[in-house]
C-alpha cells in the first residue's frame, strides 16, 4: 500500500526550530523528487520545498535560507528541518511526491508559532 506519514509539528515560539518527517512506505516514494507544501488558515495550500532523488533542493523565496528538506532512503523518510520559524509559517505541512498526486495527500501535521 502506497502511504506516508507526517510528523513533527508543534507549537514553537518564534525564532524557534522544527524537523519534520515524512515516513514513506517506499516504492514510488523512492525513485521520485518529494516536496513539502504547507496550507496556512484561509489559504490555498501551497509548494514550499522540493527534494530530487539525489539530494538537489529547491525552495520558495519565503523559506530560503531557514528550510532545509533532506531525505534517508535507508528510512524510506523525508525531513524538513525549520529554523527562525515566523508565525507566518504557521499552517499544516504536508509531504507529497513532486509533482503532487492528489489522492496521496496525507493529515498532515499542525505547526503553530506563536509567542
Known amino acids: 500500500q502506497v502511504t506516508h506519514v507526517e510528523s513533527g509539528g508543534g507549537l514553537v515560539q518564534p525564532g524557534g526550530s522544527l524537523r519534520l518527517s515524512c515516513a514513506t512506505s517506499g516504492g514510488i516514494y523512492d525513485d521520485a523528487p518529494m516536496a513539502w507544501y504547507r496550507q496556512a488558515p484561509n489559504k490555498e495550500r501551497e509548494f514550499i520545498a522540493r527534494?530530487?532523488?539525489?539530494?538537489?533542493?529547491n525552495y520558495i523565496d519565503s523559506v530560503k535560507g531557514r528550510f532545509t528538506a533532506s531525505r534517508d532512503a535507508a528510512r524510506n523518510t523525508v525531513y524538513l528541518q525549520m529554523n527562525s520559524l515566523k508565525s507566518d509559517d504557521t499552517a499544516v505541512y504536508y509531504c507529497?511526491?513532486?509533482?503532487?498526486?492528489?489522492?496521496?495527500w496525507g493529515q498532515g501535521t499542525q505547526v503553530t508559532v506563536s509567542s
Open positions: 507529497n511526491i513532486w509533482p503532487a498526486i492528489e489522492n496521496l
Open positions: 527534494i530530487s532523488r539525489d539530494g538537489r533542493t
